[in-house]
């Protein structure tokens, strides 16, 4: 896991040819730009027709994911102009999957936002599933449906999963939270620093560089 509160740019242009030509090395030829972007199967929140992707990738035992999830929820929501990528990547423990599977399935009732939300405000590190559980049961959720859901679609929860975590090793992740915003890379964000990496990606897009 790497704790840092500033922007780290680096290469990673998000467009076919030059999001594989930035990285470099023997993750270049793995990288599914359009799986990162547009995976039917990833949450998304924001406008969905921004003109700014951020995509989060994070666990929900990660601490420092907790920190700085308001902060993306409330530059998304006051910018307006801002579209949300969510890739569950529990490498954590074995409770992370248990997070990640029951907010996933959440989703085929339109709850997603509400379990990620509910386990994102557990406080702490190393929560254990019941702790998990409890949160979504609290969340709103129709717990019979989310079991029904779990157990029609477990399996493409878990390809999903697996998806995602290909996806972060293609691009060289090392730990959570790491965040794509617009051509920039960045791991622990707060407002301020999410405000910046905003403004520089629509500086990039509108130069052209």
């Known amino acids: 896991m790497r704790r840092r509160d500033f922007i780290r740019l680096a290469a990673l242009f998000l467009a ?3 999001l594989a030509a930035g990285i470099g090395g023997a993750h270049a030829q793995g990288v599914d730009v359009e799986g990162i972007l547009r995976d039917p199967d990833a949450p998304m929140a924001g406008n969905l ?73 557990i406080p702490g590190r190393k929560i254990p599933k019941e702790q998990m559980l409890e949160a979504v049961k609290g969340s709103g959720v129709d717990m019979d449906r989310l079991n029904l859901d779990l157990a029609l679609h477990g399996p493409q929860i878990a390809t999903l999963l697996k998806r995602n975590n290909a996806q972060a090793e293609s691009i060289g992740l090392q730990g959570t939270p790491a965040y794509l915003v617009g051509p920039l890379l960045a791991s622990t964000l707060d407002y301020a620093s999410f405000k910046r990496a905003i403004a520089e990606a629509r500086r990039r897009q509108a130069t052209g560089e």
């Open 16 to 18: 076919p040819l030059t």
């Open 49 to 121: 027709d921004g003109d700014v992707t951020i995509v989060a990738f994070f666990d929900y035992n990660c601490p420092f994911c907790k920190k700085a999830t308001p902060d993306l929820v409330r530059v998304v929501k006051e910018d307006g102009r801002i579209r949300v990528v969510y890739k569950d990547w529990p490498i954590l423990t074995e409770a992370s999957v248990y997070g990640a599977q029951l907010a996933l399935a959440a989703k085929y009732q339109g709850k997603y936002d509400a379990v990620h939300d509910a386990l994102m405000a």
